[in-house]
């Protein structure tokens, strides 16, 4: 069945992949774009990722403006649409609270009212840090009703991922609320392409890849007990196009990370190895660590923010609703090992 998708977020990382996959099995895709004038280097990228650029569409809109800046709630250029891909969501380490919230919270709830109101399916991209039960009582969330102090949460997650817990939460209480069938899929931290190993070079690997690389990682938070969840750019890709074809996904939240990637100090060993440098000979706790990061200039001199020690975690997670999907739709997870290495080396080379 060919699927009508509107996609948010389509010119990103996940987004670049996700169009070629959708585009690639014969679905008709509209981006959100608030620069639709790039629509044809978007297509260009699609075909080189393997998609059908003749199926990818450019419509202009704008998650933070009421509408999405639209004259109508169907603009004549979009038509009909079935199924939503909600990937839009603004990241930095270092944004205001006004700023993340403007995209990735109220873009959030804009999205979920449009779906309701035009009878679309909705799939939408969250974290994994929102199966961490743990975590999300440590900063003061109840994991079942979603009920927080808000303003507590974004003081001590940080804005980007304080929004996007808030927008998790806020997608399922509102999706139930206007009848819109949801499906949100929870992926580790991106790796590069599980061939090639593009790379963003704002993804958060890629910093921790460049850190390595210029020397500044000889003393790394953490221990053999932690662990940094990974997915290849375009295994989750195809994930996602099997969740907007696949119907039974409808009111599940579902990781997607590789349950096989190694303890931390491995990984940082194996980044280190493809890039033909030291890998880090000291390990300090993480409490430690970030204690230092909050002293003035020290996430700069040591590229590091405090917000993104809060993914190297102990948590392990239930990943048999996961494995099933995988296996149902005849998905393979690509060696992490080939992974992780094809990442450093593409990084090194920018």
Known sequence: MTHHVLATGGTGFIGQHTLASLTGQGHQVHALMRRPDRLPVLRETVRRLGGDPERLHGIKGDLARAGFGWDSPIPSALGTVDQ???LGALFDWRLRKDQARAVNTEGTRRIVQWCGQQGADLTMVSGFMTHNRSHLVHLGINPESGFADWDRVYRRAGAYEASKLESHFLVKRLA???????????????????????????????????????????IAPGSSAHWLPLIAVDTLADMLTRCIEDSTTRGRSMLALDPTTPDWPTTLSHFADALGVTPPRLYLPKGLVKATLSLPGMERFMGTPREALDFIQTARFDVSDMNAFVAQHGLR?????????????HRSSQ
């Open 84 to 86: 939503v891909l909600h």
């Open 176 to 218: 139930a609320k206007n009848n819109v069938p949801l499906t949100v899929v929870n992926p580790g931290t991106l790796a590069g392409h599980s061939q090639t190993g593009e790379l963003a070079p704002g993804q958060p690997l890629a910093m921790l890849i460049d850190n390595l690389k210029a020397g500044r990682m000889a």
């Open 333 to 345: 997870w690509p060696s992490v090992d080939l992974v992780m290495h094809a990442s450093a080396r």
